[in-house]
């Protein structure tokens, strides 16, 4: 027989299960925004659409014009060409000419990558006004590459320029019809200049991460400074390394302002004698801007994009192998 305690429970569990049921039922009321939060949305979407109208736009336009002729960039005009302007920028032979001299001015950011790597161990060696070497090398760095280009442009002049008043000659660095491959070298010194001075302050900076226990232990095994340095110090910025060269690409691949400053202005329409300083932005800037040929720079801008994607991709990937391995 029940109890008057199991009836009790039974009608206690009766009620909880209704009450559960009308509650299940009344739907959750919705929070309201306050002020606040209105403002914070409206502050965030602000450069969110400036993104879209100044970035996202122009580049969904330079993709559909690859595909498209127009005259002298009128949107209004645009009509299918059948792949028209990829086939001739594959033929073209100023536009292959323009990646052979990207792809050598590139080559100077690993060379700065190892003047940064040679400097910051010297200055990480607790030597004498490190502190104060370093901030002068940092000067390049955040001075405007415009300016730094102009002020090269008046060491390699020919008449006033500093090297020839020191030599004493009157050489021509930036116009020699008959040496055009000296103004590749000197936007070539341009950026050896200026690029050293973010990698020393990022390998400064990995070098003090080094466990200096691993340095011990290899003094004690009997290792010598280039041994501790291949062994100890490399593995230990690898990570660091790699993002730095992925850097280094990017920038590499995109040099425009040197080339544009450092070309004499006489050669309108070309980058420097025989068009040894064409680089691929530079060329893209002469079809687009001075040629009104938006397609068929767009084409260009779109190749340059894959090309460093693909560059980037494998570096990051090495990265992060890099990264989990540590």
Same mark, same amino acid.
Request: net charge neutral; aromatic share 16%.
């Given at each position: +027989?029940?109890?008057? $305690?199991?009836?009790?429970? %039974? %009608?206690?569990?009766?009620?909880?299960?209704? /009450?559960?049921?009308?509650?299940?039922?009344?739907?959750?009321?919705?929070?309201?925004? !306050?002020?606040?939060?209105? +403002? &914070?949305?409206?502050?965030?979407?602000?450069?969110?659409?400036?993104?879209?109208?100044?970035?996202?736009?122009?580049?969904?336009?330079?993709?559909?014009?690859?595909?498209?002729?127009?005259?002298? =960039?009128?949107?209004?005009?645009?009509?299918?060409?059948?792949?028209? $302007?990829?086939?001739?920028?594959?033929?073209?032979?100023?536009?292959?000419?323009?990646?052979?001299?990207?792809?050598?001015?590139?080559?100077?950011?690993?060379?700065?990558?190892?003047?940064?790597?040679?400097?910051?161990?010297?200055?990480?060696?607790?030597?004498? /006004?490190?502190? *104060?070497?370093?901030?002068?090398?940092?000067?390049?760095?955040? &001075?405007?590459?415009?300016?730094?280009?102009?002020?090269?442009?008046?060491?390699?002049?020919?008449?006033? /320029?500093?090297? =020839?008043?020191?030599?004493? !000659? =009157?050489?021509?660095?930036? =116009?020699?019809?008959?040496?055009?491959?000296?103004?590749?070298? &000197?936007?070539?010194?341009?950026?050896?200049?200026?690029?050293?001075?973010?990698?020393?302050?990022?390998?400064?900076?990995?070098? !003090?991460?080094? $466990?200096?226990?691993?340095?011990?232990?290899?003094?004690?095994?009997?290792?010598?400074?280039?041994? !501790? *340095?291949?062994?100890?110090?490399?593995?230990?910025?690898?990570?660091? @390394?790699?993002?730095?060269?992925?850097?280094?690409?990017? $920038?590499?691949?995109?040099?425009?302002?040197?080339?544009?400053?450092?070309?004499?202005?006489?050669?309108?329409?070309?980058?420097?004698?025989?068009?040894?300083?064409?680089?691929?932005?530079?060329?893209?800037?002469?079809?687009?801007?001075?040629?009104?040929?938006?397609?068929?720079?767009?084409?260009?801008?779109?190749?340059?994009?894959?090309? @460093?994607?693909?560059?980037? *991709?494998?570096?990051?990937?090495?990265?992060?192998?890099? @990264?989990?391995?540590?």
């Amino acid at each position: +027989m029940r109890t008057e $305690n199991d009836v009790k429970t %039974a %009608a206690g569990a009766a009620e909880w299960d209704a /009450g559960g049921d009308a509650a299940r039922a009344i739907p959750p009321k919705k929070k309201k925004w !306050k002020p606040v939060q209105w +403002m &914070c949305f409206g502050i965030v979407f602000i450069p969110i659409v400036s993104f879209i109208i100044f970035s996202g736009f122009p580049v969904a336009i330079s993709f559909i014009s690859m595909f498209t002729e127009m005259d002298n =960039n009128d949107l209004t005009t645009m009509e299918w060409n059948q792949f028209r $302007n990829i086939v001739e920028v594959f033929h073209d032979d100023r536009f292959w000419k323009s990646w052979r001299t990207t792809f050598w001015l590139a080559t100077a950011q690993v060379v700065t990558l190892l003047i940064a790597l040679a400097i910051s161990v010297l200055l990480n060696s607790k030597i004498k /006004g490190s502190n *104060f070497f370093q901030v002068v090398f940092f000067i390049p760095y955040i &001075c405007s590459s415009v300016a730094i280009a102009i002020m090269w442009k008046w060491i390699f002049s020919t008449d006033l /320029g500093v090297i =020839n008043t020191i030599l004493g !000659k =009157n050489i021509e660095w930036l =116009n020699s019809v008959e040496h055009p491959s000296r103004l590749v070298w &000197c936007v070539y010194l341009t950026i050896v200049w200026q690029a050293p001075a973010y990698g020393i302050v990022m390998f400064k900076a990995a070098l !003090k991460n080094v $466990n200096p226990s691993l340095y011990e232990a290899a003094a004690l095994d009997g290792a010598n400074g280039w041994a !501790k *340095f291949w062994y100890v110090t490399l593995p230990g910025i690898k990570g660091v @390394t790699l993002f730095l060269l992925l850097a280094s690409i990017t $920038n590499g691949l995109a040099v425009f302002d040197a080339v544009t400053i450092l070309a004499p202005v006489q050669w309108t329409g070309v980058a420097g004698p025989d068009d040894i300083g064409l680089t691929v932005n530079y060329y893209i800037y002469l079809k687009g801007v001075q040629n009104r040929d938006m397609e068929y720079a767009s084409v260009i801008s779109w190749v340059l994009f894959v090309v @460093t994607f693909l560059i980037s *991709f494998f570096v990051i990937r090495a990265r992060n192998k890099a @990264t989990a391995e540590d």
